[in-house]
């Protein structure tokens, strides 16, 4: 790997913002492409990232901060990467469900997908199914991602792919499921497409789902 | 669910228990609706004492609503009116203890969790959560007297538990989760500072420390919560209870019956067994045998050890009144505690606990005993997760 794009590497993996807005900048201005600076340099790293969290080596604070180094150097490639029509992996609406205030998960998820370079549009939680249906019809929407916590708000999720169907745009939108109490069989019940057990593998579940 | 409870308490000849109603949000929101579904378990209950003699009492927790909005308004908004109103109903239609799980700077303790800051976890606790409890629990006191039921307690549920959950799902190391189980434990001792008496509520991993200071009676949850949530001392939790819970079970039908009356059974042999320990004169072997099979077998359960509660609730004495600095004597005994663990070879610490381990505690040098000093020093956006005003602080 090009060493500048190395360096924005590894100052992800340490969390280290300085370096990657540094760095970025720094590549930005030596010509590099956005889209090798965004793809090679930063999505690399949060998936690697993300492999760490899975063999416990990273806790969720070091993805975090690992998350915020990359944020801060998107920020400088985003406009560079519209005037280059790059365009997001894909759209995501993302939320904890109608009942639900519990948001940890969500926000990991959120945060592992943006990463790995999804447009997010975070609902937040206690979201009715009026609300999802409404995302995704404004932002056309790839991707819904819903959280519940409790085996009392699950059901919600049920309800909202309902209303998705009721919209007329069920077929036109993924929608993946997660939470403590979520299991592969209920999410096949309630004709989700899918579930992950953690944020790092919502990740590849959501390219699965889009095919990416 | 209460008849079927009590039927099987009927069944194993258990004369005596506790049922806990804790509530759902919106039986909170509308408190009739609360006092509603108090007053029916009530009146099973009491069915069951005048037909078969069965003595019980029934807990009702009320739901921290307060929560919902954020940055939440703690003293001044309608959710803590709503609380108020369902404690003073539900203790009329029959509560005999009133609980609470709050949730006072969980705001910004959420936050500081996933982002392993020790600042922001000690400020959360010892500052925002022991003003809320205090404002909180001098309420509920005043209701439980006026209604002449037991003010029962509070627990660190919302702070300890979560961590303990994230450190389940390997989401935190377990090293800071068990830092946190003796932070908190400063702050549910202020509801008994303002007249709480127990029996304190079975989600506080952290009562024997409470109850090591004060003499309070605790009930304890442990292996027989593992329908709700898994916990590294499931055994050792039950070594000093007074009561033996089961948290909450969701209630599916499985080949003996019904899941709350199975897990009743369970409770019921727990509890013959250490009541038959007691009389002949073997608590203590029972209690210790409890602490042995669990202390050293993960990282959690180093700070749960009963001599690590003894040391903690004579170190809370030792710092005097504030909670702040109880908070702060809780973090360094935690920490000492788990690096002498850690040189003695006592726990395995894999690589990853080891780098937190060491982080955390040259972190806890640097904490200043001041909490205005430590505000200052808290990041920008952590200050605006809370309302000072809410809390009794002002800026």
């Known amino acids: ?212 | 669910m209460t008849r079927r409870i009590l039927q099987r308490a009927v069944e194993l000849k258990q004369e005596t228990l506790v049922l806990e109603f804790e509530q759902l949000y919106e039986l909170t929101q509308y408190p009739h609706w609360g006092a509603y579904v108090t007053s029916d378990i009530k009146e099973v209950m009491e069915e069951f004492n005048r037909t078969h003699g069965v003595k019980s009492a029934l807990r009702v927790t009320i739901a921290d609503i307060r929560d919902k909005e954020r940055p939440p308004r703690m003293r001044s908004g309608e959710p803590m009116q709503a609380m108020l109103k369902a404690f003073d109903q539900c203790a009329a239609a029959g509560a005999d203890i009133l609980s609470i799980e709050s949730t006072g700077g969980k705001e910004l303790t959420d936050r500081a969790l996933l982002d392993g800051d020790l600042g922001g976890l000690v400020y959360g606790l010892g500052v925002l959560a022991a003003n809320d409890m205090a404002y909180l629990w001098d309420h509920i006191v005043e209701i439980a007297h006026r209604h002449r039921v037991i003010a029962g307690g509070d627990t660190a549920c919302g702070f300890a538990n979560t961590a303990m959950q994230l450190a389940h799902q390997r989401m935190l190391p377990k090293v800071l989760a068990a830092v946190v189980r003796l932070m908190a434990a400063p702050r549910s001792l202020v509801a008994i500072e303002r007249g709480a008496t127990g029996p304190l509520k079975d989600c506080a991993y952290e009562n024997p420390i409470l109850k090591a200071i004060s003499g309070v009676p605790i009930s304890m949850e442990g292996k027989t919560s593992a329908c709700a949530h898994s916990s590294p001392y499931g055994n050792l939790a039950a070594a000093v209870c007074d009561l033996w819970s089961n948290e909450s079970v969701q209630d599916v039908k499985l080949l003996s019956g019904y899941t709350p009356e199975i897990f009743t059974e369970m409770l019921i042999y727990d509890c013959r067994l250490m009541n038959t320990a007691l009389r002949q004169n073997a608590g203590g072997i029972m209690r210790d045998l409890l602490v042995q099979s669990d202390h050293k077998m993960d990282i959690q359960s180093l700070v749960m050890d009963l001599e690590v509660c003894f040391e903690a609730a004579r170190r809370i004495k030792e710092s005097g009144a504030d909670s702040y600095a109880r908070t702060l004597a809780m973090t360094r005994l935690a920490l000492e505690v788990l690096m002498k663990a850690y040189q003695d070879n006592v726990v395995e610490f894999s690589r990853s606990e080891t780098r937190w381990l060491k982080q955390l505690n040259e972190a806890v040098q640097s904490l200043p005993t001041e909490p205005g000093e430590l505000r200052n020093h808290l990041k920008a956006e952590y200050i605006s997760l809370f309302i000072p005003a809410e809390y009794g602080l002002w800026n």
């Open chain 1, 1 to 212: 790997m090009e060493a500048i794009l190395q360096a924005i590497y590894d100052g992800i993996i340490d969390g280290n913002k300085d370096q990657v807005t540094a760095k970025v900048q720094e590549a930005l201005d030596s010509g590099l492409p956005p889209e090798i600076i965004l793809n090679q340099g930063m999505v690399a790293a949060m998936t690697e990232v993300g492999r760490l969290f899975e063999e416990g080596e990273y806790f969720v604070p070091e993805m975090l901060v690992a998350a915020r180094a990359m944020q801060a150097g998107l920020a400088l490639l985003k406009p560079k990467l519209v005037q280059a029509d790059v365009k997001a992996a894909g759209k995501v609406v993302a939320g904890t469900v109608k009942g639900d205030l519990h948001d940890i998960g969500k926000n990991l998820v959120c945060m592992m997908l943006e990463g790995a370079s999804f447009e997010i549009i975070d609902l937040g939680s206690d979201v009715s199914p009026e609300q999802f249906v409404e995302a995704v019809q404004a932002h056309k929407a790839d991707i819904v991602a819903m959280s519940a916590l409790l085996t009392t708000t699950m059901p919600n999720m049920k309800v909202t792919i309902d209303a998705l169907k009721a919209a007329g745009i069920r077929d036109k939108v993924k929608v993946m499921v997660g939470g403590a109490p979520v299991t592969p069989e209920f999410a096949r019940e309630i004709g989700a497409d899918g579930t992950a057990p953690d944020a790092s593998q919502a990740v590849t579940l959501a390219k699965s789902l889009i095919g990416i």
